[in-house]
């Protein structure tokens, strides 16, 4: 059996209309250590990240989801780009961030069972094929300073 790879493609900041956007990915530190979540029905990693819901912006997704999958009460957000995702001919697009937590309150009960601290991007990822590749952009805009606000 093949198994297709995810075809990711970088956009520029706000290029995606907002009303073509389907998630909103928030790859994240707080004192300086990359956040990473896990599921509650899953064994794996993954950026604070959802859906954008009916009449809310990306910004506002961004900011629901970091809460609702950190706890993060206090923190800087930054807009680093835009992307598609092209899945089994399927595409869908979303909104990048960065997001420097300044505070962590106490993870809100819903569907994330853990918040992980690494120095690094995590091996056991939910989503390898496409996590990678966000991870790498988002070090490269924090390296050139490149952000939108």
């Known amino acids: 059996m093949i198994i297709a ?19 909103s990915i928030v790859c ?6 990359w956040v990473f979540v896990r599921h509650r ?13 009916e009449g809310e912006s990306a910004q506002a997704a961004a900011k629901r989801e970091l809460y609702e999958e950190t706890g ?28 420097d937590i300044q505070q962590l309150g106490p993870l809100p ?12 991007l995590p091996e056991n990822l939910t989503y390898p ?4 590749l966000i ?3 988002v070090l490269r805009s924090l390296n050139n300073s490149i952000f939108t606000r």
């Not at 029905?41 to 954008?52: D, K, Q, S, V």
């Not at 993060?72 to 001919?89: N, Q």
Request: proline letters at 4%.
């Open 129 to 132: 094929d496409i996590q990678n």
């Open 41 to 53: 029905l899953r064994e794996t990693w993954e950026m604070p990240a959802g859906h954008i819901e």
């Open 5 to 23: 790879k995810p075809i990711v493609e970088f956009l520029a900041p706000l290029s995606v209309d907002e009303k073509n956007l389907n998630y």
């Open 28 to 33: 994240s530190k707080y004192q300086n250590k």
């Open 135 to 137: 991870f790498e952009r």
């Open 72 to 99: 993060a009460k206090v923190f800087s957000l930054r807009m680093v780009s835009d992307y598609s995702c092209d899945w089994h001919g399927e595409i869908k697009y979303g909104r990048i961030f960065f997001a």
């Open 109 to 120: 009960e819903l569907e994330i069972t853990e918040i992980k601290l690494f120095e690094d």
